[in-house]
């Protein structure tokens, strides 16, 4: 049973900075695409940032390019999103996602970039 559990979320005043991170189960890790999204309230789900199996192919939303970083540790199976410069309109339930479908790649064009599994969620605020 796939699991992806995320922690690390909170709230931060603007310009501050936060790290969330996701652990998965269930799945080969190493061969597996992931990713965050995010859902403010009243808004839709939005891709935010994916990483591929080797963390040679990454993608970023435009929205968080040059704040946001993504990245991997293949033997503790933790993706993590590296927050900074943060703004109000940052504020959100942060999901991660992983992809097992697609040769352990991010697929911009596919339906939720490929991800088939998804975690809970975990709240970030930030204020003014």
């Known amino acids: 049973q796939v699991q992806l559990v995320e922690s690390g979320g909170g709230s931060v005043q603007a310009g501050g900075s936060l790290r969330v991170s996701c652990v998965a189960s269930?799945?080969?890790?190493?061969?597996?695409?992931l990713s965050w999204f995010r859902q403010a309230p009243g808004k839709q789900r939005e891709f935010v940032a994916g990483?591929?199996?080797?963390?040679?192919?990454?993608y970023y939303a435009d929205s968080v390019k040059g704040r946001f970083t993504i990245s991997r540790e293949n033997a503790k199976n933790t993706v993590y999103l590296h927050m900074s410069n943060l703004k109000p309109e940052d504020t959100a339930v942060y999901y991660c996602?992983?992809?097992?479908?697609?040769?352990?790649?991010?697929?911009?064009?596919?339906?939720?970039?490929?991800?088939?599994?998804w975690g809970r969620g975990t709240l970030v605020t930030v204020s003014t």
């Open positions: 990483i591929s199996w080797s963390a040679g192919n990454v």
């Open positions: 996602a992983a992809g097992t479908r697609n040769y352990g790649m991010v697929v911009p064009g596919a339906e939720n970039y490929g991800m088939d599994y």
């Open positions: 269930g799945v080969t890790f190493s061969t597996t695409a």
